[in-house]
């Protein structure tokens, strides 16, 4: 049903180097090892979703890609450029969403916005705020504070704040944790929207329908170990789950 | 520019959050008036002249009443992973510290010149012939409280004693500030000249410039995994 894509070093004799690549990602907690030798390569344009059980290191895997946690071994390039701790500059070209929204509750939603876009050196917070708003159905809540929004809308301005330096890569932490049906169908369709071709995508979730609609690549990663990695065309949706809990028994056996 | 924009960012969103909770402000506004009452009420007058126990008293109000604030610094911070956000954007960690401190600078500052104020008030208090210099001894002071209590506050938060371990970190390394600061007042109140304190102000302007320096270069590597 699968077969496996090898995952290739990053590319310097291309054209243009990947957007994101990873070799050898591992990150050790003392002899638990959280994200062990991960290596992968996405271009501009892909979805790339990582499904795995509670605790195989999906969450540390997108720090370590985000530059949020430094890994024990291995690299991480974003556009051609090695992520380096010491040089903060490369996280402008990354967005980030978390199931936590990243907002200030006792903020307006434009206030939020104001104040990242500075952090991210932005000067055009004028017209980029009701831009970013209007494309994810908030324009009328820029006034509204943090706390008095839903889940669903916090989401949603989390999302504008995530995309509001246009990054090239965008990084999704379970996004649709604790999300109504409804709630979760609008960020779906916002989520769509990042399919546009400039940006590449990275999601953990451990909801394989909601995991599977958007992506052209998918992993499964089981004891910090990418189980399976390859591309979306190569499953089927119906036999998924079951292709899903025999590599998680196999990569737990 | 952007550094500078970055830093700026920091103090806006920090001051507009009290603003709007008031949080902080009250707990070390309340506290100040508090002290003031209690020890307007403790002491025989007649006996002790407020000249001279009031610069220890004023900088004891303070710096109690000022860990009550500055411990609650990274509380906002932690609701709903703000402050992940923070250190997701490029902002140098050095901005971002020095922007909490500056917002706490505000916060505090403003306390201490209330502190001054409820002990003028209950003890009438002559400042003496150079009220600046006591402004400038207690900016000097508290700058160097807030720079090193911005810097435990962020250590203290992700633990789990918290704010219990915040005076624990903090007092003995205020001691200095504290020694200063009270003799400079002393001196002040007691309407010495202004030669009289240069040193004691240099060695707070020391502390405060020596604090946010080691502050500066720490922060990255508490509040980074």
Same mark, same amino acid.
């Given at each position: 049903?699968?077969?496996?894509?090898? !995952?290739?070093? !990053?590319?310097?004799? +291309? =054209?243009? *180097? *990947?957007? &994101?690549?990873? +070799?050898? &990602?591992?990150?050790?907690?003392?002899?638990?090892?959280?994200?062990?030798?991960?290596?992968?390569? %996405?271009?501009?344009?892909?979805? $790339?979703?990582?499904?795995? *059980?509670?605790?195989?290191?999906?969450?540390? %895997? @997108?720090? $370590? &890609?985000?530059?949020? &946690?430094? *890994?024990?071994? =291995?690299?991480?390039?974003?556009?051609?450029? +090695? @992520?380096?701790?010491s040089d903060t500059a490369w996280r402008a070209r990354i967005g980030v969403l978390s199931h936590q929204s990243f907002l200030y509750a006792h903020l307006t939603v434009a206030e939020n916005l104001r104040f990242f876009g500075k952090l991210f050196g932005l000067t055009d917070l004028n017209e980029r705020i009701p831009d970013r708003l209007e494309q994810v159905g908030l324009a009328n809540r820029s006034d509204v504070l943090a706390r008095q929004l839903s889940h669903g809308m916090r989401q949603r301005a989390a999302l504008a704040r995530a995309l509001l330096h246009d990054p090239e890569l965008v990084l999704l932490d379970e996004p649709y944790t604790g999300l109504d049906p409804h709630a979760a169908s609008v960020l779906r369709g916002v989520l769509s929207s990042l399919k546009d071709g400039r940006r590449t995508v990275v999601m953990v979730t451990h909801n394989l329908t909601q995991g599977l609609e958007l992506a052209n690549r998918l992993a499964i990663q089981v004891r910090g170990r990418f189980g399976w990695y390859g591309e979306r065309d190569a499953v089927e949706p119906e036999t998924f789950e079951h292709f899903y809990h025999h590599v998680v028994e196999a990569g737990n056996a | 520019m952007t550094y500078l924009g970055q830093i700026y960012a920091i103090v806006w969103k920090d001051l507009l959050l009290e603003l709007r909770t008031r949080e902080r402000i009250a707990a070390m506004g309340a506290f100040a008036v508090l002290a003031g009452i209690l020890f307007n009420y403790s002491m025989d007058q007649t006996v002790v002249r407020a000249q001279d126990i009031a610069a220890g008293l004023i900088w004891m109000t303070l710096v109690f009443g000022g860990l009550l604030g500055i411990g609650r610094t990274f509380h906002l911070e932690a609701q709903d992973g703000a402050f992940q956000g923070v250190l997701t954007s490029p902002a140098p960690k050095d901005a971002v510290y020095i922007g909490k401190v500056a917002a706490n600078f505000v916060l505090l500052y403003l306390v201490a010149l209330l502190v001054v104020g409820v002990f003028t008030l209950f003890f009438g208090l002559d400042l003496g012939e150079h009220p600046g210099m006591l402004a400038l001894a207690l900016a000097l002071g508290s700058l160097g409280f807030v720079a090193l209590g911005t810097l435990f506050s962020a250590v203290s938060s992700g633990t789990h004693m918290g704010e219990t371990l915040l005076p624990i970190l903090v007092f003995p390394l205020l001691v200095p500030m504290v020694i200063y600061g009270v003799s400079a007042t002393g001196r002040l109140l007691a309407g010495r000249p202004v030669a009289d304190i240069v040193g004691n102000l240099r060695m707070l302007g020391a502390f405060a410039v020596l604090a946010l320096g080691v502050g500066a270069v720490l922060f990255r590597f508490v509040v980074e995994e």
């Open positions: 049903m699968q077969s496996a894509v090898t !995952p290739q070093a !990053p590319a310097v004799a +291309r =054209g243009a *180097p *990947p957007v &994101l690549s990873a +070799r050898g &990602l591992t990150r050790e907690y003392g002899v638990v090892v959280a994200v062990d030798g991960i290596d992968l390569e %996405l271009d501009a344009g892909d979805f $790339l979703t990582v499904f795995g *059980p509670n605790g195989a290191g999906k969450t540390t %895997l @997108l720090s $370590l &890609l985000g530059g949020r &946690l430094k *890994p024990t071994r =291995g690299e991480v390039w974003v556009g051609g450029e +090695r @992520l380096a701790f | -």
